[in-house]
């Protein structure tokens, strides 16, 4: 069975001791006004914020003996108004998707988090604001986080959530207590995989808990764009670096309409599997006879320049497959 949303998950898997950490400041009576909790996608950051929210709003309930820290029950109604949107004293904000439009939380969205802290609880407690992918705030939606969290208002508390804490300013981390977290160990992931996809032969299975390094929700999405296939291809790709009608080809095949999980995998596996090519080498290991073709650093820049083009393409609906194209070029130092 695939996992709710975060908002609507009950179950948090691994993160106990970060978990039992957020539960010890909150009863301390001195709990931090905003917390910045970081790590690989897909392994339950979000699930986290918002587990931590609930908790809070339902008064910080002492869980039953043996029970995970920060647990309410599944039936709980401040679980069920978290998970409809309805609960007044949460706010979230999260880039939306718009087609030919930047994926991004504009600054509208952030004053109107500002105002909903200034005021006062609905219901007598906290006010929270959950903030997921917080790196994708335009330059202005941050500075006005940043004032807020400069002036906090009282028994309020902003959870940002992110993969990419280097792309938030400097002052926005330093006010925030961080809370770092890793992917899942392999017998949990083993054990996840199983029951979300208990159809797929055990050799694939495993072969994608290799591939999503700790992060199921990395695994769903191989698993929904044929990770384990998409990841042979990368591989073969930087063996023999396409061109022409080969390029074509390769365009066609994860960047079609019917591709838009396999297009960002695709280039998530390659540009993993070249990085760690390239950080294998430059330690003196081994190293696959592709990468002899170019400098490390020449490596090293085409990997940033592919990056970056497939993370503009995404974020503003680009024409995949060109940018399938040029990345070929690129990978090949044209």
């Known amino acids: 069975m695939i996992p709710p949303p975060p908002r609507a998950n009950p179950t948090l898997f691994g993160h106990a001791e970060?978990?039992?950490?957020?539960?010890?400041?909150a009863r301390s009576g001195r709990l931090a006004h905003a917390w910045l909790f970081t790590g690989p996608p897909g392994i339950g950051k979000a699930t986290l914020a918002y587990r931590f929210a609930r908790w809070l709003l339902a008064g910080q309930p002492r869980e039953a003996q043996g029970a995970p820290p920060l647990q309410l029950a599944e039936d709980h109604p401040i679980l069920r108004r978290v998970a409809a949107g309805s609960h007044a004293d949460l706010m979230v904000l999260e880039p939306q998707q718009e087609p030919g439009k930047r994926h991004?939380?504009?600054?509208?969205?952030?004053?109107?988090?500002r105002s909903f802290l200034n005021f006062t609880a609905a219901e007598g407690g906290w006010r929270v604001v959950v903030m997921d992918?917080?790196?994708?705030?335009?330059?202005?939606?941050?500075?006005?986080i940043l004032k807020t969290l400069e002036e906090p208002p009282p028994r309020t508390?902003?959870?940002?959530?992110?993969?990419?804490?280097?792309?938030?300013?400097?002052?926005?981390?330093?006010?925030?207590?961080?809370?770092?977290?890793?992917g899942l160990p392999n017998p949990i992931m083993d054990t996840l995989l199983?029951?979300?996809?208990?159809?797929?032969?055990?050799?694939?299975?495993?072969a994608l808990a290799v591939l999503a390094e700790g992060s199921p929700g990395r695994a769903l999405e191989l698993a929904a764009g044929e990770g384990v296939e998409l990841a042979r291809l990368a591989e073969a790709t930087l063996s023999s670096?396409?061109?022409g009608e080969r390029a074509h080809a390769l365009a066609d095949r994860i960047a079609g309409r019917e591709a838009a999980l396999a297009f960002p995998a695709f280039f998530n596996l390659l540009l993993r599997h070249l990085s760690q090519a390239v950080r294998e080498a430059a330690r003196g290991g081994s190293a696959p006879a592709w990468l002899g073709a170019r400098p490390l650093a020449a490596w090293a820049e085409a990997s940033e320049a592919v990056r970056k083009?497939?993370?503009?393409?995404?974020?503003?609906?680009?024409?995949?497959?060109q940018a399938v194209l040029v990345a070929m070029d690129t990978l090949r130092g044209r």
Do not use: F, H, Y
Request: net charge negative; aromatic share 2%.
């Open 133 to 144: 992918e917080v790196e994708a705030m335009e330059a202005a939606s941050a500075n006005t």
């Open 18 to 25: 970060a978990a039992a950490s957020l539960a010890a400041a």
């Open 157 to 182: 508390v902003l959870l940002l959530v992110t993969s990419a804490p280097g792309r938030l300013l400097p002052t926005i981390r330093s006010r925030c207590r961080r809370l770092e977290l890793t």
């Open 309 to 321: 083009l497939i993370q503009d393409t995404e974020r503003l609906s680009l024409d995949r497959r």
């Open 194 to 206: 199983a029951d979300w996809l208990p159809e797929m032969p055990r050799a694939e299975r495993d």
């Open 241 to 243: 670096i396409p061109a």
């Open 104 to 113: 991004i939380i504009k600054v509208e969205e952030a004053r109107a988090a």
